[in-house]
Nanobody, 126 residues
Framework: QVHLAESGGGLVQTGDSLRLSCSAS????????MAWFRQCPGEEREFVAS????????WYADSVKGRFTISRDNAKNTVYLQMNNLRPDDTAVYFC???????????????????WGQGTQVTVSS
C-alpha cells in the first residue's frame, strides 16, 4: 500500500496562488493514476483533477478548469496541484490520491480512487 503525504496548504487571500505537493512512499509511483480531491466544509468530497501515469493527459472539474494545473514528476514520486486565482469557495481540505488499477479518466468520471493521503487545509479569505 502506498503512503501519500500532502503539503503546501495554508491561508491565502482571494486571487492568490498556492502549490500543493504530494509525495508517495512507493517506488512504483509511475504505475499509479494520481488525483486531487477536496472536501469543502459541510459537503462531500469532490474530484478536482487527475493525471495519467505518463503525465501527458489530465482531467479537471469544471469549477477549477483554467485556474488549477495538475502535474507529476515520476522521478521524484511527487504530484503537484498549482492553484491560481483562488476564491473563497476553494476553501477545503485537499486530498492526494493514487490508483493502481483505474485509468485517470475513470478516477475523474467515477470520483473514486484507492489510496488517500491525510489531506492539507487550504483556506481562502475574501
Amino acid at each position: 500500500q502506498v503512503h501519500l503525504a500532502e503539503s503546501g496548504g495554508g491561508l491565502v487571500q482571494t486571487g492568490d496562488s498556492l502549490r500543493l505537493s504530494c509525495s508517495a512512499s512507493d517506488g512504483t509511483f509511475s504505475t499509479y493514476a494520481m488525483a486531487w480531491f477536496r472536501q469543502c466544509p459541510g459537503e462531500e468530497r469532490e474530484f478536482v483533477a487527475s493525471i495519467a501515469r505518463s503525465g501527458d493527459l489530465t482531467w479537471y472539474a469544471d469549477s477549477v478548469k483554467g485556474r488549477f494545473t495538475i502535474s507529476r514528476d515520476n522521478a521524484k514520486n511527487t504530484v503537484y496541484l498549482q492553484m491560481n486565482n483562488l476564491r473563497p469557495d476553494d476553501t477545503a481540505v485537499y486530498f492526494c490520491t493514487a490508483d493502481p488499477s483505474r485509468a485517470a479518466v475513470l478516477v475523474a468520471k467515477l470520483g473514486k480512487s484507492d489510496y488517500w493521503g491525510q489531506g492539507t487545509q487550504v483556506t481562502v479569505s475574501s
